[in-house]
DNA sequence: TATTGTTATACTCTATAACTATA
DNA sequence: TATAGTTATAGAGTATAACAATA
């Protein structure tokens, strides 16, 4: 479909031989190299996003706007902050998931002004298909040793205890 | 600006406690615990991409472009391919990038039909500043100690080798 | 006055289908 | 006939600006 591609390329500057981001000393690269090689896999992988999606007969935004809609009601206003999109966007955006019958507005009680967004029956049901459907590990992953996928899991356990 | 966003969510389907995956037998769901919190990384950072693209004044998609066109000419045709999009996209895509100086058509000599895409001199300028920043690491990177980088480098190493 | 969501407008990215020029 | 690129058209995502309702 769309979205970001994939590249076999690394970020590098100096070219694309295997050990690129071997030069200079290793502490002070270290970062760089290893931030440059995931961001390739990510890229690699972000590739299939839109198809993914549109198993689900999702756009990407919306793909994301289900998975992230899963913890309640959430007003519109936060939705764009989470989307990082403008709130004129969101309206748009929610009046197609409605007319699908994914989502509801709410009035919130509290402050008339806000709506708050929440997902109909249909939309917790896709929601489940689409979270089971993301969290199939892709080849590249799936292929490793046990060993490497443990340190894997618990390196990104401690870069994302620090969000 | 838009695209995927950020989560601290977990994409397990039990809920979001710290420990979300560690249920089951450890070794079944290995890859799945390590891809869901990789997926969760990568998602938090792809977040900021539109952002970053346009700090160079660019689309998403220009930017991957600019990222793409750094190995010589590629056929307009090869360039829908990496971008996993329809062959009438890449006119347009192309016509705005060409406006604006990054990039130029060449008419290939061997089959006439064909387009070559080239970046001009200002192309090659811009995509070096580019890789340059795409290098960085985003600070949940950054953060980590010398000994998980070096493991996360390594093991990225041996799974993009499989590529 | 400030904020929430909407509307209006414009641009980019995307898909499909029909077209052209080559092969 | 088949392929590479273009054009036409339509829909989705995005930004900015102006607006109504509410706080």
């Known amino acids: 479909m769309r979205g970001m591609s994939g590249s076999s390329e690394s970020l ?15 502490d002070t690269g270290l970062p760089r190299q290893a931030w440059t090689l995931l ?19 999702l756009s990407p935004v919306q793909a994301h706007v289900v998975r992230q809609l899963g913890e309640g009601p959430l007003a519109m206003s936060t939705l764009a ?8 966007n969101v309206t748009g ?20 002004r806000v709506k708050m967004l929440v997902l109909t029956e249909a939309g917790v049901a896709l929601r489940e298909r689409l979270l089971e459907r ?17 340190a894997l899991r618990d390196i990104m356990r401690r870069a994302l205890r620090s969000q």
Chains 1, 2 share one sequence.
């Open 93 to 112: 955006l929610v009046d197609r998931m409605e007319a699908r019958g994914l989502v509801e507005r709410r009035s919130s009680e509290q402050d008339r």
């Open 81 to 88: 902050n989470y989307l990082s999109c403008d709130a004129s």
């Open 134 to 150: 993301l969290a199939e590990p892709p080849e590249l992953i799936a292929a490793l040793s046990d060993e490497d996928l443990r």
């Open 12 to 26: 590098e500057r100096r070219g694309r031989s295997p050990d690129a981001g071997q030069e200079a000393s290793e």
């Open 39 to 57: 961001f390739e896999l990510m890229h690699a992988h972000m590739r299939n996003f839109p198809a993914l999606a549109a198993e689900f007969e």
